[in-house]
């Protein structure tokens, strides 16, 4: 059982749309990553969320960490190729030291 | 430009051949960790290092080992390898364990016949 569970797991859309992808857990974590990996490469950090509540935008993509600190999730608004990818939640438990991670939410955009 | 490097990027090899899959970082970082992935599983750790000299076992270390003689440096050996270990690996290193973030090499894909 993974600590922190992703949904959708496969999400194909058409360029232009919008999706979110969810990061779920029933513990409290102290922060949590999203990171992309795309084809042939190992992930690479996009953002830390900290504080519950919190929202970070990195260009189209927006980040939500949730009011108790359980979830988070995922935004892209009119998405394009170029975010195709695997989306990788991540996070340390208030109660452990090592970062867990999710099993992740392929995502593929269609011209 | 800080990396981690991984070698080989592919691997096919027989079962009980012993193997070493290398790692390294140029970023003095504390904490490294191999990590395999396989679909519908995401990254599982296999073994990590705080520093030098200091190894632990991850959530699947069975039939792997480490070392960490440098701390740019931590190889990940497989003294008999099985086919249920044909996976992709990945190395990553951070400033230390915790919620720093994870610099990930390019991967290894191996293959155990």
């Known amino acids: 059982t993974q600590l922190l569970e992703q949904s959708p797991q496969f999400l194909s859309i058409q360029e232009g749309e919008n999706l979110t992808v969810y990061c779920n857990s029933s513990?409290?974590?102290?922060?949590l990553q999203w990171y992309r990996q795309e084809p042939g490469e190992g992930p690479v950090l996009l953002v830390t969320v900290v504080t519950g509540g919190e929202v970070k935008k990195l260009k189209r993509l927006t980040f939500q960490f949730g009011d108790a600190r359980k979830d988070s999730s995922l935004h892209i608004t009119a998405a394009q190729p170029g975010d195709t990818g695997l989306y990788l939640c991540?996070?340390?438990?208030?109660?452990?030291?090592?970062?867990?991670f999710g099993a992740g939410t392929q995502v593929v955009v269609t011209p | 430009e800080a990396q981690v490097t991984q070698n080989p990027r592919y691997l096919i090899t027989v079962t009980g051949k012993k193997l070493t899959v290398t790692c390294s970082q140029n970023m003095n970082h504390e904490y490294m960790s191999w990590y395999r992935q396989d679909p519908g599983l995401g990254l599982r750790q296999i073994y990590y290092s705080m520093n030098v000299e200091v190894t632990d076992k991850g959530d699947v270390p069975e039939g792997y080992k480490v070392s960490r003689k440098e701390k740019r440096n931590f190889p990940l050996i497989l003294e008999s390898p099985s086919p249920n270990q044909t996976s992709l690996y990945f190395c990553?290193?951070?400033?230390?364990?915790?919620?720093?973030?994870?610099?990930f090499g390019p991967g290894t894909r191996l293959t155990v016949t």
């Open positions: 513990s409290v974590f102290s922060s």
């Open positions: 991540a996070g340390v438990p208030d109660s452990w030291g090592k970062l867990q």
């Open positions: 990553a290193s951070s400033l230390s364990m915790g919620n720093y973030e994870q610099y």
